[in-house]
């Protein structure tokens, strides 16, 4: 017989009265095997729910899900699947005892075979176990089935299932088990297993609910193999994040601010010279010369892979790099909502929601790693969704990715922290490989930490807020896109995320958001000030499965919708205010009017770094024609020069910049005689014509 957990999932509607019996005639079948089972009472009229609860009071290993309407056989099995995730072999079978369990043993060692090993094992029907009628016809459709599909003709729905056929099931969501198992194309077996008769009362399948359930399934196969598309409803709202992130790209156009332009300038340097200077502690330019780009050194790699990939250094290829980043992380969390056992509405709400939510589009548009940290974070859900499903290289990619976030943002470690302590609340006993791998993905962050700590980091750390311990309302703020509406809508929807839709998915949600936020909370108490709302965008990303958990995990499907076209079209409510910003910084445009009056020899001087930088790549991209004469630190002076435009920073973050140029332009004689105030959010710059 097959080793490990077997976790038996059985529907029951109208079945109080063969469920001693059945849990007994498991016990027996299963005597050498470690083996529970899940009573999954489907909206039962009878006492099938006090019976399951009467038994699981004596038998730890009866566990009882009592759903509140009737959803069929099918929806019911997929409810047990889904709260059963640590087990090593699924057993689906009916409580009216016409599958016998003492087949059980047979069919589990045929899914332990060593040759040709399958995914799952079907209990192929024999005998006379009902009306003729209704033995021709069911023959029929598993005949048109395994036309089909490939599938046993005699398959039905008593079966063993591996993790692989599981994760088919869960994924699919099929109008049958069986049509689920059959659209995978896994390899499966049949064992011929004569059915009993029914020992209690009659079918609840009527002749005309028999007929729509084979119509449906029948044609819901025809229509999978027909097309190719079952990718779109993951895609589709990765597919919106790019068309919301292009209208802000392209559309608002704003210039690139001082963070971007550091990215920018030193991507495009030699891959030699960035890392030099990130190992020796230096910059690459004498005005970023105590800025090494160690802060974020793999995100300057990508970069500079990218612009060498794509051959342009235009304002937008780096902002589109992280677009495309953040897109696909988009459907990565979509996928991953899905693995974590939500319905395929909660896992398009959730993604909906995140793609088109103001803080996710307002950092995944700027060429900023943030797109990556998206990405990689969705990443490490979807691999503990499939560590926790026993799929094959769950772990490793929990590793992987949470390795990778960690490298695109410091604070992104936090929300992979948070994911892994939710899985390892819902499998305990398999938590120590899960944090091992956990702790393991943390040392190369830990290294940058350490490689940064006295240098950049410091300095980065006194731009932190201290929210004075209201930190989870200020980024439920921020998430809201600062509006008053649409954060009324993410607060109630995020608290009635906490009990709506699949537990396991709900765990997973809320130590996402909630393990991050605590932590932060403890740091600032505790040692400093540490918020950003940038810096809290991975871990709000479970806010937002949390909040589609809200709008979407209703049974009743007008409610579900209703909620969720509200959340979706608040967060879009929310998102407009993007294209009417005013730019974080205008370094182009403090360029581009210099450029429209300058004569060749007129000086144009950067008084100070954010300056310097603004105006290099500007008048290296957009106008080449001001080159010869552009002087930034340490040369300032000019021969005796008739016009020199000198541009600085007066307000940073509502402080008063460096100014000690303005000194050296009046020793030399020179005076303002126009100037011109460019306000930005971040960096606001002084446009100055000094003439003698």
Same mark, same amino acid.
């Given at each position: 017989?097959?080793t ?11 079945n109080?009265?063969?469920?001693p019996a059945?849990?007994?005639?498991l ?6 095997q470690?083996?529970r089972?899940?009573l ?7 006492d099938?729910a006090?019976?399951?609860a ?5 038998d730890?290993r009866?566990?009882v899900t009592?759903?509140a309407?009737?959803?069929g ?5 997929e409810r ?7 087990a090593?072999? #699924?057993v689906?079978?009916d409580?009216d005892l016409q599958d016998?369990?003492e087949?059980?043993p ?14 799952a ?9 009902g ?6 016809t069911?023959?029929?459709?598993r005949r048109a089935?395994s036309?089909?599909?490939?599938l046993? &003709?005699?398959a039905g729905?008593f079966?063993?299932?591996?993790p ?12 049958s088990?069986? %049509?689920a *198992? ?5 390899p499966?077996?049949?064992?011929p297993?004569?059915r009993?008769?029914r ?5 609840? /399948? ?6 729509r359930l084979s119509?449906?399934?029948l044609?819901w196969?025809?229509a999978?193999?027909?097309?190719s598309?079952s990718?779109?409803w993951?895609?589709g709202?990765?597919?919106?994040a790019?068309?919301?992130g292009?209208v ?7 210039g ?6 550091y990215s920018m300038?030193?991507?495009?340097r &030699?891959l030699?010279e960035i890392?030099r200077?990130? #190992?020796?502690?230096h ?6 010369r105590? *800025?090494?780009?160690?802060?974020n050194?793999p995100?300057y790699?990508l970069?500079?892979?990218w612009?060498?990939?794509v051959?342009s250094e ?10 495309l980043?953040g897109?696909?992380?988009? %459907?990565?969390?979509t ?8 319905p395929?509405r909660i896992?398009?709400?959730?993604g ?8 996710v589009?307002? /950092?995944?548009t700027?060429?900023?790693p943030?797109?990556v940290?998206?990405l990689?974070?969705?990443?490490t859900?979807?691999g503990l969704?499939?560590?926790l499903d026993?799929?094959?290289?769950? =772990?490793?990619?929990?590793g ?8 695109a943002h410091?604070?992104a ?5 948070g994911?892994v302590?939710?899985?390892?609340a819902?499998?305990p006993?398999r938590?120590?490989?899960l944090?091992?791998?956990?702790a393991l993905?943390?040392l190369p962050?830990?290294a940058?930490?350490? =490689? ?6 410091d300095?980065?750390?006194?731009l932190?807020?201290?929210t004075?311990?209201r930190?989870?309302l200020?980024?439920? #703020?921020q998430?809201?896109?600062t ?9 109630v ?8 839709g699949a537990?396991?998915l709900?765990?997973v949600?809320l130590?996402?958001?909630g ?10 108490? #505790? ?13 709000l990303?479970?806010?937002?499965v ?8 209703w049974s009743?499907r ?17 998102s ?15 360029a ?6 300058h004569?060749?020899g007129? %000086?144009?001087?950067?008084?100070d770094?954010q300056s ?9 991209t957009r106008?080449?024609q001001?080159?010869p004469?552009?002087?930034v ?11 020199v435009w000198?541009?600085?920073v007066?307000?940073i973050r509502?402080?008063?910049g460096?100014v000690?140029?303005d000194?050296l332009l009046v020793?030399a004689g020179?005076?303002?005689q126009?100037q011109w105030f ?5 960096t606001?710059l002084m446009?100055?014509?000094w003439?003698r």
């Amino acid at each position: 017989m097959a080793t490990g957990t077997v976790a038996v999932v059985v529907p029951v509607y109208r079945n109080a009265a063969t469920l001693p019996a059945l849990v007994e005639r498991l016990g027996a079948a299963l005597a050498e095997q470690a083996w529970r089972v899940r009573l999954v009472v489907d909206g039962s009229p009878d006492d099938s729910a006090a019976v399951g609860a009467e038994l699981a009071a004596r038998d730890p290993r009866v566990a009882v899900t009592v759903l509140a309407q009737n959803v069929g056989q099918h929806r019911a099995l997929e409810r047990g699947l889904a709260d059963e995730p640590d087990a090593d072999a #699924w057993v689906c079978l009916d409580a009216d005892l016409q599958d016998p369990p003492e087949a059980l043993p047979a069919l589990l060692d045929a899914l332990a075979g060593t040759v040709d090993r399958p995914d799952a094992v079907f209990a192929g029907r024999r005998g006379v176990y009902g009306t003729r009628g209704r033995r021709v016809t069911g023959a029929l459709h598993r005949r048109a089935v395994s036309a089909l599909t490939g599938l046993p &003709p005699d398959a039905g729905a008593f079966l063993v299932l591996g993790p692989r056929a599981r994760e088919a099931v869960l994924d699919a969501r099929a109008p049958s088990l069986v %049509a689920a *198992i059959g659209a995978a194309r896994l390899p499966v077996r049949s064992v011929p297993v004569a059915r009993d008769a029914r020992a209690e009362g009659a079918s609840a /399948w009527t002749g005309a609910a028999r007929l729509r359930l084979s119509l449906r399934s029948l044609g819901w196969l025809v229509a999978r193999r027909a097309t190719s598309s079952s990718w779109v409803w993951w895609a589709g709202p990765a597919v919106l994040a790019l068309v919301l992130g292009s209208v802000i790209v392209f559309g608002r156009a704003h210039g690139l601010w001082y963070d971007e332009l550091y990215s920018m300038e030193v991507a495009r340097r &030699p891959l030699s010279e960035i890392l030099r200077a990130a #190992w020796e502690g230096h910059g690459t330019t004498w005005s970023l010369r105590d *800025i090494p780009p160690s802060y974020n050194l793999p995100w300057y790699v990508l970069a500079h892979l990218w612009l060498w990939l794509v051959g342009s250094e235009a304002d937008p290829v780096l902002r589109v790099l992280s677009l495309l980043a953040g897109a696909v992380g988009v %459907a990565v969390l979509t996928r991953a909502v899905a693995r974590l056992g939500g319905p395929r509405r909660i896992a398009v709400v959730a993604g909906l929601a995140v793609a088109a939510n103001p803080l996710v589009l307002a /950092w995944i548009t700027e060429a900023r790693p943030y797109g990556v940290a998206v990405l990689a974070v969705a990443g490490t859900a979807l691999g503990l969704a499939r560590w926790l499903d026993r799929c094959r290289g769950g =772990l490793l990619l929990v590793g992987l990715a949470g390795a990778g976030a960690g490298l695109a943002h410091w604070f992104a470690l936090l929300a992979v922290a948070g994911i892994v302590a939710g899985g390892a609340a819902l499998a305990p006993r398999r938590s120590p490989a899960l944090l091992v791998v956990g702790a393991l993905a943390a040392l190369p962050t830990a290294a940058m930490v350490e =490689l940064n700590r006295s240098t950049v980091g410091d300095r980065n750390a006194a731009l932190l807020y201290d929210t004075e311990l209201r930190l989870p309302l200020f980024a439920a #703020w921020q998430w809201s896109g600062t509006d008053y509406g649409t954060a009324l809508v993410v607060a109630v929807l995020g608290l009635l995320g906490i009990v709506r839709g699949a537990r396991r998915l709900r765990v997973v949600a809320l130590a996402w958001v909630g393990v991050p936020v605590a932590l932060l909370l403890a740091v600032e108490h #505790w040692v400093r000030p540490v918020y950003e709302p940038r810096y809290v965008l991975a871990a709000l990303l479970g806010l937002g499965v949390l909040t589609a958990c809200g709008a979407a995990g209703w049974s009743s499907r007008r409610v579900a919708v209703v909620l969720s076209v509200v959340l979706v079209a608040a967060s879009l409510a929310a998102s407009t205010t993007l294209l009417r910003v005013t730019p974080r910084e205008r370094a182009d445009d403090a360029a581009a009017l210099i450029a429209a009056a300058h004569r060749p020899g007129d %000086a144009v001087v950067a008084g100070d770094r954010q300056s310097a930088l603004g105006l290099e790549h500007h008048v290296r991209t957009r106008h080449p024609q001001i080159a010869p004469d552009l002087r930034v630190p340490p040369v300032l002076a000019v021969p005796d020069p008739p016009v020199v435009w000198y541009v600085r920073v007066p307000i940073i973050r509502g402080e008063t910049g460096p100014v000690d140029g303005d000194e050296l332009l009046v020793r030399a004689g020179l005076r303002v005689q126009e100037q011109w105030f460019l306000r930005g959010t971040w960096t606001s710059l002084m446009v100055q014509r000094w003439v003698r």
